[in-house]
């Protein structure tokens, strides 16, 4: 039986602070960080998919990444937002556990399709000749699935462990929901929950680590075994994963690092650019560093826009030459 002073509240007070101050400047970088964030993810996935010559595993792989960048990003801009507009900053208990779920469903996903796409470079630089064999589009399409299924499983079990907490206060400190965020202010002991925490960093944030670590040290034993043209060609390939994967350990590395401290011993703007850093600069660079880094990609999405503004002209002199 509950003890009677245990509070379920149905609405959840976020962290907004300072930034309601100037919320007309945030809600202007968030509309634009929003918008850039859909386009050049948009951009990426149609061009992979129109143009059957970039239906290859490593662009794939690519377009799955975008897919999450899209997914992690919906979870995050409309509720921002729609919070900047008000005057008091809340969102219901049941939309902060939905939040819980996307985000952290999304930065599970953007790690594991990462070891995916450093077991692909793996196989295509070690082992060229099976390449093709090794990586057919059926094992490309189940190491998706495995790359989603991995986190919604476990953060599932994670959601479930925190939906039985009774809470004895409503105020989130961040500006969006996350699962430390809501199982801090359980009224009872959490053990069970800091438990399988614990295990689900490890499943993701070691494991996945461990695998990409482990295919770029055989990475690099091939290329320093092989020819300076071979090397070049990997590099090239293999650098926008190399940096999308800085860029989100840096913003898994501030998150981990908020958790170690009492929030509101770190300045207020340091505390919101770090929480938020994972969730908006990899859906925004991903798709620049793809589409700038990768010849082929740019070349299609160059194509595209310069085919798109020469009908445009087509269509305006056909317009005036009727007026006349």
Not at 93 to 102: D, E, M, R, T
């Amino acid at each position: 039986m509950k003890n009677s002073s245990y509070l379920s509240p149905s609405v959840m007070t976020l962290g907004f602070g300072e930034l309601t101050s100037m919320r007309y400047m945030y809600l202007a970088l968030v509309v634009w960080g929003y918008l850039s964030t859909v386009l050049s993810n948009v951009s990426v996935i149609l061009v992979i998919i129109i143009h059957k010559e970039l239906q290859e595993p490593m662009y794939i792989f690519i377009c799955a990444l975008c897919f999450n960048g899209l997914y992690g990003s919906l979870a995050f801009y409309p509720s921002l937002f729609i919070n900047l507009l008000q005057k008091v900053q809340t969102i219901s208990y049941s939309s902060c556990i939905l939040q819980v779920f996307a985000i952290h469903t999304y930065g599970g996903c953007e790690m594991t399709l990462l070891a995916v796409m450093a077991l692909d470079r793996y196989v295509c630089i070690c082992n060229p000749l099976r390449y093709n064999s090794i990586m057919s589009s059926a094992m490309v399409y189940k190491l998706i699935l495995a790359a989603w299924s991995y986190p919604f499983i476990l953060n599932t079990i994670h959601i479930m462990l925190t939906v039985r907490l009774p809470l004895c206060d409503s105020a989130i400190l961040k500006i969006y929901c996350d699962n430390w965020s809501v199982v801090r202010l359980s009224c009872i002991d959490t053990t069970l929950n800091n438990t399988f925490g614990m295990v689900a960093i490890i499943a993701l944030l070691v494991v996945m680590p461990s695998l990409i670590f482990i295919s770029y040290i055989a990475i690099l034993r091939a290329c320093v075994k092989s020819s300076k043209d071979f090397r070049a060609k990997a590099l090239k390939t293999c650098a926008p994963h190399l940096i999308t994967i800085t860029i989100f350990i840096v913003g898994v590395l501030f998150e981990l690092f908020l958790y170690r401290f009492t929030p509101t011993a770190i300045p207020y703007a340091l505390r919101v650019f770090m929480s938020v850093h994972f969730l908006v600069a990899p859906p925004l660079l991903n798709p620049l560093i793809y589409g700038l880094k990768l010849t082929e990609i740019r070349i299609k999405i160059i194509q595209q826009v310069k085919g798109h503004f020469r009908e445009n002209i087509k269509a305006i002199d056909h317009e005036n030459s009727s007026a006349k």
